[in-house]
């Protein structure tokens, strides 16, 4: 997800596609934990994605 995307969200919209985030970090922590997971630096990249979420989330409250 780029930083473009998300700063013209609003922060109901970022709540919404955080939820959203963490449903798929759970899916794929149950694929992992059983061995089906191919892509693991899928999930790398979803954790990061989460951060960024929650750091422009920060940033829109405190403005």
Known sequence: M???ELNTKTIDELKK????M???QFNLRFQKSQGQLENTA???ALRRDIARVK???AQK???
């Open 2 to 4: 780029k930083a473009e």
């Open 17 to 20: 596609l955080l939820l959203e």
């Open 22 to 24: 963490k449903k798929q």
């Open 42 to 44: 899928q999930f790398r």
């Open 55 to 57: 750091t422009f989330m």
């Open 61 to 63: 409250k405190a403005a």
